[in-house]
C-alpha cells in the first residue's frame, strides 16, 4: 500500500531561478503560443525540483518519466480553450481540476504522490495565463493567486486521501466485489451531507460530542443507502460488518497511523476515536434496534364507514384504533423513528417504516470523562475478529473468499485489487500508451474518475474501448 502523509505541509518550496523566476508584469504582448511555450518550459523545471524530493521512493518510473507525466497533466489543463477570458479565479480553479484529474487517476497509488510539492507548478502555468488576460482588468497580486491556487491543490489532494481511504476501508470489510462499489457510494456520498449537517447545528457542544453526532448520521444515512442498493442486505449487512465498517473508517491506514475519516475539524484538538471505540457499538446496535422495532411496529387499521353513509366509525374498529393508540403510548421514544422510506426503498415499502430523526444521546452518557471510552480488551478483541456462526467476512453465509495474490502484469503491483485471471485494460492519455491495469483496477479507478479512457489489451475484446459495467458512475 502506498505511503500516506497528513495534508499540509509546505507545498511552496523554493521558484527555480532565472527565466522561470516569480513572474512579474510583463510590458509586451505576446502570442498564446508563446505563452504555452513559457508555461511548457516553467513547469519542467519546477516539477522537475519537486520530483527530485521524492525520486527515491520509485522504483519504477525514471525521474524523466515522472517529471514528462506530470509536466503533461498540468500542461494539458493549461491548454483548455477560451481560459484567457475567464476571471482568474476560475482560470486557476480549471487548471487544478484538470491537472488534479489525470494525476489522481495516473498516480495516486505512487508512494510519493501525497508528498510531491505541485503548489508552484500548478502555479506558474495559472500565473502566465493570468497576466496575458490582465490587459483592462483589476491587478491581481501574485501572492494572492499562489495562496489561492495552492489551496486549490491541497483540497483536491484531501479529497483523493478521503476517496482512498474509504475505498480502502471498504474493501477491508467487504471483500465480494460486487458489494464494495455500492457499499463504498453510499459511504462516500454521504459523507459531506452529514457534515453539512453537523456544521449547520450551532447549539454549543464540544468536540467529542461532535464527533459522535457526525458518525452517528453519516453511520445511518450511509447504511440506509447501502440496504437499499443492496441484494439480500439483511444478509450483508449485519451488526458486526458495520462495526468492523466504521472501525475501518476511523483507522483506515492502520491504528498506527494518525489518518482518519472523520473529518480534521472536529479532532485537531482531541485527536481521533481509537478503533476500539465504545460508542460504535453502542451506535450501531440501537440502529438496528429501530429498523427492527420500524419492521414490526403494528399499523392503525383504516377507518371503516358505516353501512348507511352516517359517517360514523364502527364501535369495534373505535375499539381497536384506540388499543393501537394506547400501544404506542408505550413505545420508548428511541424506538418511534424508523429509517427514512426514500432511503430504505424495498425495506421500507415491504415493511411500513415512515421517517427517522436523529436521537438524542441518553442524559447519562452527556459528561464524558475522557473523549473516548473504549472496549474492555477482551471485547475489542472481539470486535475485531468475532464473526457469527455461518457468517463469512462478507456478512455473508458459506465458505471465507481465498485472498488473491494480484496480477502480475498489472501496474498497481502490490496495491492490484485483482486476480491472476482478470483481464488487462491499458490506460490512454490523449491518444497516446499509457500503463496496464487489471480490470479489476481500472474499474476502482473508473469509479472514482468516469472520464478515464482506457482500451482491453487482451482477451476477446482487445483493442476495443473498455465500458464500465451498467448502473456504475
Not at 352516517?310 to 400501544?327: C, F, K, L, S
Request: proline share 6%; with cysteine.
Amino acid at each position: 500500500q502506498a505511503s500516506v502523509i497528513m495534508i499540509g505541509h509546505q507545498y511552496r518550496g523554493s521558484w527555480p531561478q532565472g527565466n522561470h523566476g516569480p513572474p512579474h508584469q510583463r510590458g509586451r504582448q505576446v502570442s498564446q503560443e508563446q505563452i504555452l511555450e513559457r508555461i511548457h518550459g516553467n513547469l519542467y523545471s519546477i516539477v522537475g525540483e519537486a520530483v527530485d524530493d521524492v525520486k527515491v521512493e520509485e522504483d519504477k518510473w525514471s525521474r524523466t518519466e515522472i517529471v514528462k507525466r506530470i509536466v503533461g497533466y498540468i500542461y494539458k489543463a493549461a491548454k483548455t480553450p477560451d481560459l484567457m477570458h475567464k476571471p482568474w479565479q476560475e482560470i486557476s480553479k480549471t487548471i487544478v481540476h484538470h491537472g488534479m484529474g489525470s494525476y489522481v487517476s495516473a498516480c495516486s497509488e505512487k508512494p510519493w504522490f501525497y508528498q510531491l510539492a505541485l503548489g508552484n507548478a500548478f502555479t506558474s502555468a495559472v500565473w502566465e495565463l493570468v497576466q496575458a488576460s490582465a490587459r483592462g482588468r483589476p491587478q491581481v497580486h501574485f501572492q494572492d493567486v499562489q495562496d489561492f491556487v495552492v489551496r486549490e491543490f491541497e483540497q483536491h489532494l484531501d479529497k483523493s486521501l478521503l476517496t482512498k481511504a474509504v475505498w480502502d476501508a471498504t474493501m477491508l470489510t467487504f471483500k465480494d466485489r460486487d458489494i464494495q462499489p455500492k457499499i463504498f457510494k453510499a459511504v462516500h456520498n454521504t459523507y459531506q451531507p452529514a457534515l453539512d449537517e453537523l456544521l449547520a447545528d450551532t447549539r454549543p457542544i464540544d468536540d467529542a460530542r461532535k464527533v459522535e453526532t457526525f458518525t452517528r448520521r453519516w453511520m445511518e444515512t450511509s447504511m440506509q443507502r447501502a440496504w437499499s442498493a443492496l441484494e439480500s442486505a439483511e444478509q450483508v449487512l449485519s451488526t458486526g460488518q458495520v462495526i468492523r465498517l466504521f472501525q475501518n473508517l476511523i483507522a483506515p491506514f492502520g491504528e498506527g497511523h494518525e489518518y482518519t475519516c472523520i473529518p480534521s475539524m472536529l479532532v485537531d484538538q482531541i485527536g481521533r476515536p481509537p478503533r476500539n471505540w465504545k460508542f460504535l457499538r453502542t451506535a450501531v446496535s440501537k440502529m438496528f434496534e429501530e429498523w427492527h422495532a420500524a419492521q414490526t411496529a403494528p399499523q392503525p387499521s383504516k377507518r371503516r364507514k358505516k353501512g348507511g353513509g352516517g359517517g360514523g366509525e364502527e364501535p369495534e374498529e373505535a375499539e381497536e384504533q384506540e388499543a393501537t393508540r394506547d400501544e404506542e403510548e408505550e413505545v420508548p421514544a428511541e424506538e418511534e423513528n424508523p429509517p427514512e422510506e426514500e432511503e430504505l426503498g424495498d425495506f421500507a415499502a415491504e415493511n411500513g417504516t415512515n421517517g427517522a430523526k436523529e436521537e438524542v444521546l441518553e442524559e447519562e452518557d452527556a459528561e464524558l470523562k475522557d473523549p473516548w471510552e473504549t472496549l474492555e480488551p477482551e471485547d475489542a478483541e472481539l470486535e475485531d475478529l468475532d464473526v457469527k456462526d455461518g457468517e463469512d467476512l462478507n456478512g455473508a453465509g458459506g465458505e471465507a473468499l481465498p485472498e488473491e495474490n494480484g496480477h502480475p502484469e498489472c501496474t498497481s503491483a502490490g496495491d492490484c485489487l485483482g486476480a491472476p485471471s482478470d483481464g488487462l485494460v491499458r490506460h490512454m492519455i490523449e491518444g497516446e500508451d499509457g500503463d496496464v491495469y487489471c480490470e479489476a483496477c481500472w474499474h476502482s479507478f473508473m469509479f472514482h474518475n468516469p472520464d478515464l479512457e482506457g482500451l482491453w489489451e487482451d482477451g476477446d475484446q482487445a483493442g476495443q474501448r473498455y465500458e464500465a459495467p451498467p448502473g456504475d458512475p
